[in-house]
């Protein structure tokens, strides 16, 4: 859906579908604060769990845990003043015949003549759809994730856990000193085909498919909030196909899952879309001058392309590396094969000596 339409005193209209993580991010161009409302862990600890032994990874690195509803809101209020902002579904996209410039239909029968459209309307996409992207693959993976909170307080350290035990991985994340975080990767059966809704049924698969795993997992899940349950059949985008497709016509683009939907087995998908929108603003500041968006004509517009063409560039690798470490990830957990897996491994180790490189990537500041 279209979530804002930024009008600033030099720019004439640029429409944002979508108003999740990336969404906002593009409205806000920078959103350096939010590190400071999130709980640091100071390690990772990876556990593989094989017929009752324990081999451990320590990750020293610093992440962060963030409630998705949080960071929406720290965003949200962030907006800058002249940000007009809707809910209503898109239908279409289209080009207009005499301009060249994007009009986006709305469901209420209403059009918007727009000189930027930037898609960050989720894997979904109906931005994806106009630029002809195709839908997204699937994995044959599903996810359940969810939240435990402790009014007096939990006893967990300050460390991300993540245990794998065959084909299943489990991860535990405390947020803040009353809240954690956990979601579990499994196969995908042939039950969830149709994925189910009721938060009973969820918890059960939950607890079922930790069979092995320390009681403390099962304890966890026992404690969390039903309906903030969610199973997710996994998809991603192929990242041969990020290497060689062009994500743009026109002056129409897309950032986020819209572009680069990916497993989530980095953690990467919600940095990655804040970097898009760093880079987005960015690049249409330093190619355009306030008259460029003031004024019509095919050489503005072609301006306007340039800077889109340039933030595409600059993204490219950087998206296709996250995308084929979170691909090898998720192929890695589908199959049964030891010889693949070890294939993959390898392949892994060649690529991606430093197995924490994905989080020191610096995209610049504005």
């Known amino acids: 859906m279209v979530h804002a339409i930024l009008k600033f005193k030099y720019i004439s209209t640029i429409v944002i579908v979508g108003g999740g993580i990336c969404g906002l991010a593009n409205q806000l161009g920078v959103a350096s604060q939010l590190r400071q409302s999130a709980f640091p862990l100071k390690r ?6 094989d017929e009752g032994k324990h081999q451990e990874l320590i990750l020293n690195y610093e992440t962060h845990c963030l409630k998705r509803r949080d960071l929406l809101q720290i965003l949200a209020d962030a907006l800058p003043p002249g940000t007009i902002r809707f809910g209503c579904q898109v239908l279409s996209v289209n080009l207009d015949t005499h301009t060249n410039y994007p009009t986006i239909q709305l469901c209420n029968g209403k059009s918007i003549n727009a ?6 309307d ?11 992207l195709g839908p997204p693959r699937m994995f044959a993976l599903s996810s359940i994730r969810g939240l435990s909170s402790y009014s007096n307080g939990h006893q967990f350290p300050h460390e ?3 245990m794998r035990r065959g084909n299943v991985v489990a991860a535990r994340l405390p947020i803040t000193d009353t809240l ?3 979601f579990i990767t499994q196969p995908l059966a042939r039950s969830d085909a149709k994925l189910p809704h009721d938060p009973e049924l969820i918890k059960r698969s939950a607890i079922e498919s930790l069979d092995g795993f320390p009681s403390g997992f099962k304890e966890l899940i026992d404690d969390c909030d039903v309906d903030l349950l969610f199973l997710n059949h996994l998809r991603y985008r192929a990242p041969w196909d990020l290497l060689v497709r062009r994500d743009q016509k026109g002056t129409v683009t897309v950032a986020g899952d819209a572009m680069h939907v990916m497993g989530p087995f980095l953690g990467q998908g919600g940095s990655a879309s804040i970097e898009d929108a760093v880079v987005f603003a960015r690049n249409l500041a330093q190619k355009m001058s306030p008259e460029d968006l003031h004024q019509c004509g095919k050489g503005k517009q072609k301006i306007i392309e340039n800077a889109i063409d340039q933030y595409l560039k600059e993204r490219r690798m950087r998206l296709v ?9 998720g192929i890695l957990l589908e199959t049964v094969s030891k010889v693949r897996s070890s294939i993959i491994n390898i392949i892994m180790r060649i690529l991606f000596s430093d197995r924490t490189g994905h989080n020191k990537y610096d995209c610049r500041q504005l």
Not at 124 to 131: G, H, P, T, Y
């Open 44 to 49: 990772w600890w990876n556990i593989l769990i």
């Open 115 to 120: 000189k930027v459209i930037i898609g960050c």
């Open 122 to 132: 989720g894997s979904r996409s109906m931005v994806a759809d106009f630029l002809e």
């Open 160 to 162: 991300a856990i993540r």
């Open 180 to 182: 954690v975080y956990w």
């Open 321 to 329: 590396l996250l995308s084929t470490q979170t691909y090898l990830s």
